[in-house]
């Protein structure tokens, strides 16, 4: 039997399809360059739709927008390769983002405060699913749906839910500019260099690409699999919580249900970059470029002036689009 | 060995009938009564849900999920919303078809292409949304009032109870059938269940179909109780109706898991909801208590499993 399953079955009848990837295969450069070039195509539509989107200052911004998924999709990229998923960002986003509005009043002197309480939010929560997840063996959708049900409660009992306001400092990070690069484009891109290294070069990087790909190998070669399925889970929180910080920041306050946005797209963003959604294999390089793909996306289909409807019909078809050109791209890479 | 009485309740299988039992009971104190009127509400409160909530564990069985299936049910209920009204027999089968084609591309997608289940379906899912904002842009719509009003009638039992406990019969009696022996074969071993000559691909592919069907019931009949359509009612289904099928006892890894245990599941995130209603409780609380109840109920099982390794672990050190 030859090791690709999609070339001839037992009774000799051909297989339809090969199964979900868990055979290795080797994800060079075609993903990126697909997404690249996809991207160039949107900015291209956004061009001819609104004249001037190409130019290197609407880039920039586009940029700046995207930076919110794009550091909520650091942890959701983290989670997703060691096999698991956090839908629990949304609340843990919104909760760390009251936790900072709630302590900090506007008021900057409190901003440290304010930012600790953030952090404690998203770790804590984090600290939470991964427990659940490596140690009572939940499985990952329930556990984190349950903790954002619970955040999600949680944060309308304690702070009534009511939008606050924002220090000006965090305002001016979120929103303002060193020169021409706004301060968030170089923050996510300080944060992007770090974690690509991190996951590609470090022996954390190589112990979390080795659980998400088999667990009971992982196991065997001494790897401790549940403190790194909790470091990841707990990663994850916090990059909520940050990034919850930064959004109240870019819109000036904290309201409620501000994290629902993310969810989706931030799960989306990791699987078009190319990382399996079974864990074990990609990186966060990948996930930029989904994240930027996501962006161009949204922007050219609210500048077409298409109704929400459509909206969302195109977005789910260039998504199912996206990811089936995967499966054809990694088939051909692996022959 | 002897049996107590306990073991013969066999607490671990039956959890979701005696959670549910709790409830309900605790529900009939509070209020200090149980009227039929009580019943019928809970019934067609629950029914929509359970509709839904039975696509959802075919899915599951396969060791699959579907978050398509709540914008599938906005979809079939804004169908239901302009046609009932013009032509019921074409209103329903619209709606259902709607919904069986929607899972059939589910399927194929899964079947054929073999994309993971929650990526496939979190792209329909966007897509869904989109078809039901299209054709319904705004709730409303036109329920002929026959409907509702056969819906909450009474003939003896209440309407509702009988339609609920004919579903319930229905997914009984699918799992009974040598198709869903296949389903839990598929999530329990998918080569073994190949090997043993189930048609995976086509039993799959049945799933997702049967699963779009159930949800777009699932949505009518929400559109009927409500008298109108919406192109967002669905969405709260998407993952409630995971959690329901969890709740019954259905693991997500599929292989296992019973309608009856399904049926509970759907009637305890109803009655939770409705002590809370009566309790004066704000909403608020309902999603804190069902993520605590979520993960109390998967929880305590694994929780014992470790509790009972560390201690063991602590005996042979000591």
New interface residues.
């Given amino acids: 039997m030859p090791a690709e399953g999609n070339s001839v079955g ?1 009774q000799g009848a051909p297989l ?5 990837s868990r055979i290795a295969l080797p994800r060079g450069a075609t993903i990126p360059i697909a997404l690249a070039v996809f991207s160039l195509i949107l900015i291209g539509i956004g061009e001819v739709l609104s004249p001037g989107y190409a130019s290197a200052k609407n880039m920039l911004q586009l940029l700046k927008l995207s930076s919110f998924l794009g550091i909520i999709a650091v942890g959701q990229t983290l989670v997703i390769l060691a096999g698991g ?1 956090d ?1 629990s960002v949304a609340w843990v986003l919104t909760a760390a983002a009251f936790a900072f509005t709630t302590v900090t009043q506007g008021h900057a002197a409190l901003i440290v405060q304010g930012l600790l309480a953030a952090l404690a939010v998203g770790a804590g929560v984090g600290l939470v699913n991964g427990v ?1 997840v490596a ?5 990952p ?3 984190t ?6 955040m ?3 944060t ?2 304690v702070t009534s839910g009511s939008p606050l306001g924002v220090p000006d400092l965090v305002r001016l990070v979120a929103t303002g500019s060193v020169g021409p690069l706004p301060i968030m484009t170089l923050l996510w891109a300080g944060v992007t260099a770090v974690v690509v290294i991190a996951v590609a070069m470090t022996s954390g990087g190589r112990k979390l690409l080795s659980v998400g790909e088999n667990p009971r190998v992982s196991f065997l070669s001494g790897i401790d699999n549940d403190a790194v399925t909790i470091v990841a889970y707990t990663l994850s929180g916090l990059s909520a919580a940050v990034a919850g910080v930064l959004f109240a920041g870019f819109s000036a306050t904290s309201f409620l249900g501000m994290g629902d946005q993310f969810v ?1 797209p931030s ?2 963003a990791v ?1 078009l970059g190319g990382t399996s ?2 864990g074990g294999q990609g990186g966060y390089g990948g996930t930029v470029l989904g994240v930027i793909f996501i962006t161009l996306l949204s922007t050219d289909l609210l500048m077409g002036n298409i ?11 260039a ?2 689009c996206a ?2 050109s995967h ?1 054809v791209l990694l088939r051909g890479e692996s022959e | 060995m002897r049996r107590t009485w306990l073991s013969r309740i066999r607490l671990e299988e039956n959890w979701p009938v005696l959670t549910f039992a709790a409830l309900f009971l605790l529900d009939v104190l509070l209020k200090g009564r149980f009227s039929r009127f009580d019943l019928q509400t809970l019934c067609v409160n629950v029914l929509p849900l359970l509709l839904i909530s039975f696509g959802q564990f075919f899915v599951v069985l396969t060791r699959g ?1 579907d978050l398509s299936l709540g914008p599938i049910s906005s979809v079939a209920g804004a169908c239901a919303a302009l046609l009932l009204a013009r032509d019921m027999a074409t209103g329903f089968a619209v709606a259902l078809l709607a919904g069986a084609a929607a899972g059939f591309c589910n399927g194929l ?1 899964v ?6 289940p ?3 379906t ?13 054709i319904l ?1 705004n709730p409303g719509g036109d329920i002929p009032p026959e409907l509702p009003d056969l819906l909450n009638s009474d003939f003896g039992v209440p309407t509702a109870l009988i339609l609920l406990v004919l579903v319930w019969l229905a997914a009984a009696w699918v799992m009974s059938t040598r198709f869903g022996l296949h389903l839990r074969a598929i999530g329990d071993d998918e080569a073994a269940a ?2 043993g000559g189930v048609a995976v ?1 086509r039993v799959k592919l049945a799933a997702y179909v049967l699963a779009g069907a159930a949800a777009a019931l699932g949505g009518v009949t929400l559109a009927i109780a409500t008298s109108s359509g919406s ?1 967002t009612v669905g969405d709260d289904y998407i ?1 409630l109706s ?2 329901t099928v ?1 709740l019954g006892g259905v ?3 599929g292989g296992a898991g019973g309608a009856l245990g399904v049926a509970m599941g759907a009637l305890i995130v109803t009655i939770i909801g409705s002590l809370l209603y009566f309790a004066n409780l ?1 909403s ?9 109840i ?2 109390a109920v ?2 305590s099982r ?2 014992r ?2 509790l009972a390794l560390q201690l063991g672990r602590l005996g042979h050190a000591g």
């Fill in positions: 037992l339809p399809a090969p199964p979900p998923i839908l659940g140690r009572l063996h939940i499985s959708i329930v556990m749906l349950a903790t954002n049900s619970i999600q409660g949680g309308l009992v989706l799960i989306a699987v959604i079974l109704s929400p409807g459509l909206r969302n019909i195109i977005f789910g078809l998504l199912i990811v089936l499966r | 999920i997608l079947v054929r292409f073999a994309l993971p929650i990526v496939v979190l792209a329909s899912m966007s897509v869904w949304q989109g078809v039901a904002l299209l842009p190949r090997m691909q192109p993952l995971v959690a969890v693991p997500l890894v704000s608020f609380y309902q999603s804190i208590i069902n993520g605590v979520l993960l998967v929880g694994s929780a499993q470790w």
